[in-house]
């Protein structure tokens, strides 16, 4: 039998990623193609940027190349004027930050991990946490590497890895196997790194602080479309006063043997997901005058567009009873793997990425569902100011009350 293939090691570069390379082409560059590509004149462009980068919602021009506002058949004008770029969409969910009272649980992937697990929720279990904020003596807290390669001997591989504070999937990796007597773990793609330079990029690029989880495995349609990942779906639910309700949804599809689904990675693809129906449409893949909409994976042949998503009505399910259990967290994205044993909340972001929801479904986000949960955050924070007014003057008039009837008695 021909002896397996040997792991390389990954000394040339770092086994984990640490910074995000895509970048999009100059948007001189890319004036004269929109001209050519879309039949709008350059003075037509300038006078969009003119509405939409300097007046309206202030995107960038970047922004406004980015989602494709240029393509008039596609967006019209009145749709254009609900879009928003990066500054706008932090406004958005800033005002929805100002009176959570679960940013801090949201934003620590063990509490909310734990949260959601005491309520019965499905979640990717967290077996090792390298560093953090933790006891010194929580019985998954690993303080040195020894620790970490005690652990890793007795793990049951494969497992994935990723950061604390995770941003655009940097960081994460798939672990398939551990030798001891070397102490080099072993990737995805057939890489290895040893323990010791693990560590080190781990202090390094992401302060330290690293989890192990156990790896859920896609259910079978989804990995028959991505041949491999972990797709999941991003579902943006919105509370307007009468509870959550899913605002938007999107899956996030695997391609190119990536282990993490984020946009921004060469060959993964974004589709818009029909909020009712759990329906695919067709996939974004790239942005820009570049990216285009796809109907089959890439990869796979696989078919997308018109594919309903299995269990759809449980994971529909999870993503608004998850929401239910933090209250007073109005917005939330959350990221959902479809697994053969049902949805699996992998974690929550009170930062939902509105940008990402636009480009696919190629709608703003600024609608009237959206404005009826801004003014509804609006009435809570002006209710909450009056009621902390109303007790303040309730209090100044007891005092009053107090030292008239105090002096009253000192008199008499």
Known sequence: MPEKAQPEMTNAQPALDHMSVKQMPAFAQVMPRVAAEYGKSLPGQLRDLMTYCLRGNKLSVDEYYAMCLFDDEAIPPEEKKRYVGLQKSRDIWGQFLEKNPWTGVIDDKLAYEKLLSGFGFKTAQTLAIVGGHYPADHPRRLATTDALAEFLTDARFPLFGKPFNSRQSLGSARFSGYD????????????????????TEIGTHFGGTYLFQELIEADPVLANICGGGLPTVRIVTLDSGGGPEIFRAAIKLTGKGNVADNFWREGNLLAPVDAEAGRMGA???GMGIDGRFIDE????????????LPQWQAT??????????????LLIGFDIAVSAAGPVIIE????????????CHRKGVLDGHMQTGLDHMKAVIAGQHADIKAHVLAERAQNKKDLAEALGRKVA
């Open 180 to 199: 001891a007597s070397s102490r080099v773990l072993t990737l995805s793609g057939n890489r290895a790194v040893s323990l010791d330079d693990l560590w």
């Open 297 to 308: 994976h890439p990869d796979s042949g696989a078919r997308i567009e018109g594919v309903e």
């Open 316 to 329: 529909r399910d999870a993503a608004i009873a998850a929401a239910s259990v933090t209250h007073g967290a």
């Open 348 to 359: 929550a972001n009170y930062d939902p990425h509105l940008i990402m929801m636009q480009a």
């Open 283 to 285: 996939a974004l893949t």
